[in-house]
């Protein structure tokens, strides 16, 4: 992140957003540190928190969509992201809040399908939240390319009314699954 701040403070904007083999929360960490003019790795808990609220609200409105406004049941639901071991990692430089966002986003894009209320902001969901997955671990695009795949083609069988939706999602998917694949 500190080489990147040099790169970015003498205008070179090109190779902090193209630099591939960086991981997109170190091209963040690196952006906070050019903005406060300190390389401070406690400026990062800005991002941190934001990512790990993001979290807890995407898997309280997930449980609250998917239990018809249970307020109770969504509360617990997301008390998983208060437990000792993610609240630790959610505060340290570590990739994992961005990938627990992740997967909680893409949960919260399929109960939104699931539900049948918001299927644009759903399969948007689904894409942000699978960007944040495998731009973190890309070793895992091989896994979850076909499951969604699946998934999505379940969906369609069950309700042909989400057809556009779909087809968006996929499309997104598989792109970013390219953007990966060519970047590694």
Same mark, same amino acid.
């Given at each position: ?26 091209? +963040?960490?690196?952006?906070?540190? +050019? ?16 990512? +790990?609220? #993001? *979290? ?8 609250? @969509?998917? $239990?018809?406004?249970? =307020?109770?049941?969504?509360? &617990?639901? *997301? *008390?998983?992201?208060?437990?000792? =071991?993610?609240?630790? *990692?959610? =505060? ?17 894009? &399929?109960?939104? @399908? ?18 944040? @997955? ?5 070793? @895992? ?7 969604? $795949?699946?998934? =999505? ?12 939706? #779909?087809?968006? %999602? ?7 699954? %390219? ?6």
């Amino acid at each position: 992140a500190i080489e990147l701040v040099d790169s970015i403070r003498v205008g070179n904007w090109g190779e902090w957003l193209y630099l591939y083999s960086i991981h997109a929360h170190v091209k +963040w960490l690196a952006l906070i540190y +050019w903005v406060f003019d300190e390389a401070n790795p406690l400026l990062f808990e800005f991002i941190n928190s934001v990512v +790990w609220v #993001t *979290s807890v609200i995407s898997v309280y409105l997930s449980a609250r @969509i998917l $239990f018809n406004s249970k =307020t109770v049941v969504a509360g &617990w639901a *997301s *008390s998983f992201l208060f437990f000792p =071991t993610v609240l630790l *990692s959610s =505060t340290q430089l570590l990739r994992d809040p961005f990938y627990i966002l992740g997967f909680s986003v893409v949960t919260l894009g &399929w109960v939104m @399908i699931y539900r049948d209320e918001f299927k644009w902001k759903g399969a948007f969901a689904i894409i942000a939240g699978y960007y944040f @997955i495998v731009s973190i671990r890309p070793y @895992i695009v091989p896994l979850l390319l076909p499951v969604f $795949f699946v998934c =999505t083609i379940i969906f369609l069988f069950r309700k042909r009314s989400l057809l556009l939706p #779909t087809i968006a %999602m996929l499309i997104g998917i598989f792109s970013i699954s %390219m953007f990966v694949s060519m970047s590694n």
